[in-house]
């Protein structure tokens, strides 16, 4: 499966975006899916997952209550709408598919990776 994330931007701290991974194919809907972030001299990290059918999702707590995961397989795209952004979400978001069927928070059981999209939340 191919992914193609987009919706990042610049933004104010309090602000909203909302980000989408469009993914090629027709087995999305059998792909739990993932959203990663990275940012400048940091290491990948988890921020939200969904289970393939939609109904397991599980946030980091860094995200937890402002960051909303959903996916709508008959548009074979995944969203991730963020509220109340601070700083320190600043960072390249990424999604993922995994097949595996569990809810994984390690880059390491993700096997399709998007090409990433740049949040940048100012102060």
């Known amino acids: 499966v191919q992914l193609q994330a987009s919706g990042g931007g610049l933004v104010q701290a309090g602000g909203s975006l909302r980000l989408s991974c469009a993914a090629s194919?027709?087995?999305?809907?059998?792909?739990?899916m993932g959203w990663f972030r990275q940012a400048p001299g940091k290491e990948r990290e988890f921020v939200a997952l969904?289970?393939?059918?939609?109904?397991?999702?599980y946030y980091a707590d860094s995200v937890k209550g402002r960051f909303i995961i959903s996916r709508d397989n008959a548009k074979n795209t995944v969203y991730l709408q963020m509220n109340s952004l601070k700083p320190e979400d600043t960072a390249v978001y990424f999604c993922?598919?995994?097949?595996?069927?569990?809810?994984?928070?390690?880059?390491?059981?993700?096997?399709?990776w998007g090409q990433g999209t740049q949040v940048t939340v100012s102060s």
């Open positions: 194919g027709r087995t999305f809907s059998s792909y739990g």
């Open positions: 993922a598919a995994e097949s595996y069927g569990g809810s994984y928070t390690s880059t390491m059981f993700y096997d399709y």
């Open positions: 969904i289970s393939s059918s939609g109904g397991r999702k």
